[in-house]
């Protein structure tokens, strides 16, 4: 049996649709187990990529793959393995407790995309038109004021405030779609999901999250009442550093239909090697958010005793501004620490007298990386602001090598 067909039968699904049966598990099991087909003898575990641009297709074009910018199989899985680990607990299917889903991705249908930002390029340009108004943080990622110029150049009213203390609140009204982004990068801030998602609907507005930092480990943003979860499986859910992915995730069929239809005009799909690393690398995601997270919260702990650190934000801290909405509605607190040093010159001793931290921009690999986020001037942060990202070193030997290289650039 060939890959594809292999995949066809395994799993029985629409390209996209969940069809797992991880009911009960934990996030260790459904992250080893997400989106595998049903075993097929002298198969592999994990079918291989499928490169293909067409498939044998005679007569009329039925069934999933007609052509490679619609569909593949290496795609179909990867999908069904997002779906698994994005879908709510109690949904319909869904299981209860830790594990990420009964039939698992149940009502959850996933797209991938060639990045993160073609991914949240692909929720905004399919659901507004001229005349819509839309909601952004106006303290999220980089390339967010390239997006928001570009919604004005197309007629769109675009409203921005601060993710914390919920802000997008006072600007919501009126608005076709609320963008949300917690915690937001490179800040920190977090916002009431749920809060904003009830207003958000209440007002007739959808709801998108960029789950990026958290991952679905972290939050489950359609638990949470979004109608779109979306990120960058560039960072943390791949985890090292080597592909660019993104996804929508998303339980009405006729939205995702929208962002399916934009995906096959625009054309930003990923390659199948891509699609199939990032299906690799899922397996050992609760393994790295474990182990990054615990780093993540013992770098920030080492940081508060340091006079020279101002600013200093970690969701898991229990003195954090935003450790309280935090707690309630994530279940790990990501692996970026962000913090500011007096100035400039400062921060650049610092990162280049660290040893065990790449000065690398990004997060969520399993080597940590830090970079100095003022030197690309699309934040709105101060000179000597720090964002560091937490690997999968030891905790002593990153915690050892963070405090060396603060000594070390004082002088």
């Given at each position: ?27 260790g099991t459904n992250a080893v187990r997400a ?214 995730a998303c339980r009405d069929a006729e939205l995702s239909a929208s962002v399916r239809g934009w ?149």
């Amino acid at each position: 049996m060939t890959d594809s067909a292999a995949i066809a039968a395994g799993t029985g699904a629409e390209p996209g649709a969940g069809a797992g049966t991880n009911a009960g598990l934990g996030d260790g099991t459904n992250a080893v187990r997400a989106g595998l087909p049903e075993p097929v003898k002298h198969e592999p575990t994990l079918p291989g990529p499928v490169f293909a641009a067409h498939f044998h297709l005679p007569g009329d074009p039925t069934g999933p793959y007609t052509y490679g910018r619609d569909d593949n199989p290496t795609w179909t899985l990867l999908e069904q393995a997002i779906g698994e680990l994005e879908a709510p607990v109690g949904s319909a299917g869904a299981a209860t407790g830790e594990g990420s889903g009964g039939e698992a991705g149940a009502g959850v249908e996933t797209l991938v995309f060639a990045s993160g930002m073609a991914a949240i390029s692909a929720v905004l340009f399919s659901q507004l038109r001229a005349g819509d108004a839309v909601v952004l943080p106006d303290d999220g990622y980089q390339a967010l004021p390239l997006v928001k110029e570009q919604l004005t150049a197309y007629g769109i009213e675009v409203r921005t405030a601060p993710t914390g203390n919920d802000a997008q609140l006072d600007v919501l009204d009126g608005a076709k779609l609320l963008w949300i982004e917690t915690p937001s990068n490179p800040g920190l801030d977090v916002c009431d999901v749920r809060r904003l998602a009830d207003a958000a609907h209440a007002r007739g507005a959808l709801v998108a999250v960029d789950n990026t930092l958290a991952t679905p480990l972290g939050q489950r943003p359609l638990e949470l009442g979004a109608d779109f979860s979306v990120a960058s499986g560039t960072k943390m859910l791949t985890g090292h550093g080597d592909i660019l992915l993104g996804y929508v995730a998303c339980r009405d069929a006729e939205l995702s239909a929208s962002v399916r239809g934009w995906r096959k005009i625009v054309g930003a799909i990923p390659g199948p090697m891509e699609a199939w690393l990032a299906h690799r690398s899922l397996a050992t995601l609760q393994l790295r958010a474990e182990r990054q997270n615990a780093n993540a919260l013992a770098v920030a702990e080492a940081l508060r005793g340091r006079g020279e650190v101002t600013g200093l934000r970690y969701p898991g801290l229990p003195d954090d501004p935003s450790h309280k909405i935090a707690s309630q509605q994530m279940r790990r607190f990501g692996c970026v620490v962000s913090f500011t040093l007096p100035s400039r010159e400062r921060a650049d001793r610092f990162l280049y007298a660290l040893r065990l931290v790449d000065d690398a921009t990004s997060f969520g690999g399993v080597r940590s990386t830090a970079e100095r986020r003022g030197r690309w001037g699309g934040d709105a942060v101060a000179e000597g602001f720090i964002r560091l990202s937490a690997g999968s070193e030891d905790p002593a030997d990153l915690v050892a090598d963070v405090l060396r290289a603060l000594d070390e650039s004082a002088g």
